[in-house]
Nanobody
Framework: HVELAESGGGAVQVGGSLRLSCAAPGYGFRLNCMGWFRQTPGKQREGVAVIYTGGQRAYYVDSVKGRFTISQDQGEHAVSLQMNNLKPEDTGVYYC??????????????????????WGKGTLVNISS
């Protein structure tokens, strides 16, 4: 089991900002990508953002484009998610993800499968109006 350390969640008002961070410090192999998923109340877990190792390519779910930015932090196994102009529908638990099973990063479902049951506890984001 790989430990993913997620942090940065909290409670802010609509229009506010938060920055989430994630690292897999004990993982010793190359990762194709890392990303973020979220589970909002009453909905299934959905992909939010993915960044390929090297930081040259990223993609986002439509609902966060222009508001969220994923970036690779120092070290290969660390990413951040800058979330601006937050909305009530962004409320949920945010989970870090990585291509542990080396399946590639071409879709949300592939990355979910690549997590290989290494989901962490997530970090709670609560947006109030």
């Amino acid at each position: 089991h790989v430990e993913l350390a997620e942090s940065g969640g909290g409670a802010v008002q609509v229009g506010g900002s938060l920055r989430l961070s994630c690292a897999a410090p004990g993982y010793g192999f190359r990762l194709n990508c890392m990303g973020w998923f979220r589970q909002t109340p009453g909905k299934q877990r959905e992909g939010v953002a993915v960044i390929y190792t090297g930081g040259q390519r990223a993609y986002y779910v439509d609902s966060v484009k222009g508001r969220f930015t994923i970036s690779q932090d120092q070290g290969e196994h660390a990413v951040s998610l800058q979330m601006n102009n937050l909305k009530p529908e962004d409320t949920g638990v945010y989970y870090c993800a990585a291509d542990f099973a080396n399946l590639g990063c071409g879709s949300w479902s592939v990355l979910e499968d690549a997590m290989d049951d290494n989901w962490g506890k997530g970090t709670l984001v609560n947006i109030s109006s």
